[in-house]
């Protein structure tokens, strides 16, 4: 679907992104991640022909690009990050514009209406009234981008950010439509700096930082079990002298143990007589995994004591994804 | 994509106000002058009013010589420069070029609706006009301008000792006129665009082509630069006055054609270059 290679793009002194190779294939949700000013933006407009690279090579469905990109872009649909639209028309009226804007549509001039009313369907618009967008919401606007993405039933959806602004029933909703919209075909590939987004919707990762690209892999594969597990007991002290050097961290009252059977070590602490209120594979969350390969982002100019005061905060950060992956899920849905 | 480029220009309020407002201000002129009878002196103020009294037909002309100066330069600088910048401003250019639209069409359509506007302004004018003089001021047929008195400076020298014009006379020569005061437009429509290629302020590139323009103005009207005067853009704009002598003096008024040309081709080629190899990151 998307593969780049040695993708480079140079903005004067900057050098934005450096030798990135993508790789989607068809059917993927992909999640492309990283801090702010990493590169993700620059990325994603380089796809789309809108930034031209200083060097590498573009393949969108199989087509160079930016060279052949007027063949492809009728099978995107794209919502680059902010949602835009003319504030003095109405959401029918932009959907109408973008609709009859670039080339001849399948269902051609007759089909615009349909189309329109379909894809704001799609997004929870179908009932909204003719006020101009500039009265919408933050959220109206997002699900209007939205629906000019989907306007031309795209195989691929590039999307930025795509539930900012919405509330937390808008995010599910938005993201269940993306999961069907997905399984009839559709290749996603969104691009976000919210973990929880990204998580819980993607089956494989990319993440970008300072404009390269240092992981990309299945999330499944990621987040699999560590060959540690996590105990919690209120007789911790005790547990950790049982296990001895197994042990590799304590804090208060949960441990990790350097051990791949869980069962085995369940057997061991309920044979000495130890209560355990909680024990399984450890595995790592999102947040540990992305943290642990990329800095902090472009938009921090801390001063050096400021910066080493931030360290403990970030080490907190990476101690605190040592949590049950169910645990993770729990904390990442309620932002 | 022109038809979506001229129904965004048509549902903007803003076009239609600034086209009411250009219409508006000879109207304004001709009930004073209407009322009080009293006119500019021939050779002051601006071009033929004084003529107006004696026919009201030749009040179009005269309604383009008050807005062609300041006022119709700013609506088409203004639309000009929206052209790129103001889409993208709002957001919406890299949307349409991922639709997608390509840069060459987007640049074309956005020529094609600046054109419209602008013979949409001067015809709007022109008409306007047309219906105030021939209600205020009568419908004699009036007299050319004697070719003997003309002075190319821009300052007219009036004279209305000339033979007299019939009705489809004045209409051919009016609508000469609205053709080179639409061309001249189009010069500052293609320096604006380029500007509006070059920034991402919507204002900024109307205000840069009007900069360009008073400079001209400037140069023109200063006889130490008269070697380069004939190649400013605004040192013609004001022979369309010569559609309305007896004979008709083309000199003027093809090499304000050319100039124009020249404009338009040098400024659209350096907007089209530019935006074509620009990144778009708004």
């Known amino acids: 679907m998307i593969v780049t290679t040695g993708l480079t793009k140079r903005f004067g ?7 990135v190779d993508l790789q989607v294939s068809e059917g993927d949700r992909y999640g492309f991640l990283g801090p702010n000013g990493s590169g993700k933006t620059t990325v994603v407009r380089m796809l789309l022909g809108l930034v031209y690279p200083t060097g590498g090579a573009i393949e969108v469905l199989g087509v160079p690009v930016p060279r052949q990109v007027s063949a492809v872009l009728p099978r995107i649909g794209a919502l680059i990050e902010a949602p835009s639209a003319y504030g003095h028309l109405s959401g029918r009226a932009n959907l109408m514009l973008i609709d009859a804007a670039g080339p001849r549509p399948r269902g051609g001039r007759s089909g615009r209406r349909r189309r329109v009313a379909e894809a704001l369907e799609r997004v929870g ?8 967008v500039r009265k919408y919401s933050l959220g109206m606007r997002q699900r209007l981008g939205l629906a000019a993405a989907l306007l031309r039933s795209p195989r691929l959806l590039v999307l930025d950010e795509p539930t900012n602004g919405l509330d937390p029933q808008g995010i599910r909703e938005i993201r269940s439509l993306l999961v069907e919209l997905n399984a009839a075909g559709t290749t996603i590939f969104l691009s976000s700096h919210q973990l929880s987004e990204v998580e819980q919707l993607c089956t494989r990762i990319g993440v970008v930082d300072r404009g390269r690209l240092v992981l990309q892999d299945d999330l499944a594969a990621l987040r699999g079990p560590t060959g540690r597990v996590l105990v919690r007991s209120p007789d911790a002290g005790q547990a950790a002298a049982l296990l001895g050097g197994r042990v590799v961290y304590r804090d208060d009252d949960r441990l990790i143990v350097a051990d791949a059977d869980v069962a085995q070590v369940n057997a061991q602490l309920v044979d000495a007589g130890m209560r355990v209120t909680e024990i399984g594979p450890e595995r790592r969350s999102l947040e540990d995994l992305v943290l ?4 902090s982002g472009s938009d921090r100019f801390g001063r050096p004591a400021a910066r080493s005061a931030g360290a403990p905060g970030s080490q907190a950060l990476v101690a605190d994804g040592h949590r049950a992956a169910s645990d993770a899920d729990a904390g990442g849905s309620s932002q | 994509m022109i038809r979506v480029e001229l129904l965004k220009l048509a549902r903007r309020p803003r076009s239609w106000v600034a086209i009411a407002l250009l219409c508006l201000l000879p109207i304004v002129v001709a009930i004073f002058v209407a009322v009080t009878h009293v006119a500019p002196p021939p050779g002051q103020g601006p071009a ?5 009294l004696s026919s009201g037909s030749l009040f179009p002309a005269a309604a383009l010589a008050i807005v062609l100066p300041v006022f119709l330069p700013i609506s088409v600088a203004v639309v000009a420069g929206d052209a790129i910048a103001g889409e993208a401003s709002s957001g919406m250019l890299r949307y349409l070029l991922a639709r997608p639209v390509g840069r060459t069409r987007l640049l074309v359509a956005k020529l094609v609706a600046l054109i419209a506007y602008v013979l949409v302004a001067v015809v709007a004018v022109a008409v306007t006009s047309y219906v105030t003089g021939i209600l205020l001021f009568g419908d004699k047929p009036p007299a050319a301008l004697s070719s003997g008195s003309l002075s190319t400076s821009g300052v007219i020298a009036n004279s209305l000792s000339g033979t007299g014009m019939t009705p489809a006379d004045v209409l ?5 006129a ?3 005061i639409a061309v001249s437009m189009l010069g500052v429509g293609a320096i604006a665009l380029f500007l509006s290629t070059l920034t991402d302020s919507a204002l900024g590139a109307a205000l840069g082509a ?5 400079a001209s103005g400037v140069l023109v009207a200063l006889n130490s630069a008269a070697s380069i005067s004939p190649y400013l853009p605004t040192r013609y704009w004001l022979s369309w006055i010569d559609f309305f002598r007896q004979p008709i003096l083309w000199r003027d008024i093809d090499r304000g054609f050319a100039i124009q040309a020249v404009y338009v081709v040098v400024f659209l080629g350096a907007a089209w270059a530019n935006f074509a190899s620009k990144d778009v990151t708004s």
């Open chain 1, 13 to 19: 002194q900057v050098l934005a992104v450096d030798q």
């Open chain 1, 125 to 132: 618009l179908g009932g909204v009234d003719d006020r101009a």
């Open chain 1, 292 to 295: 642990s390969v990329t800095g």
């Open chain 2, 48 to 52: 033929l009013l004084s003529a107006v």
């Open chain 2, 172 to 176: 051919l020569r009016t609508a000469g």
């Open chain 2, 178 to 180: 609205v053709a080179f």
């Open chain 2, 210 to 214: 009007l900069a360009a323009l008073i």
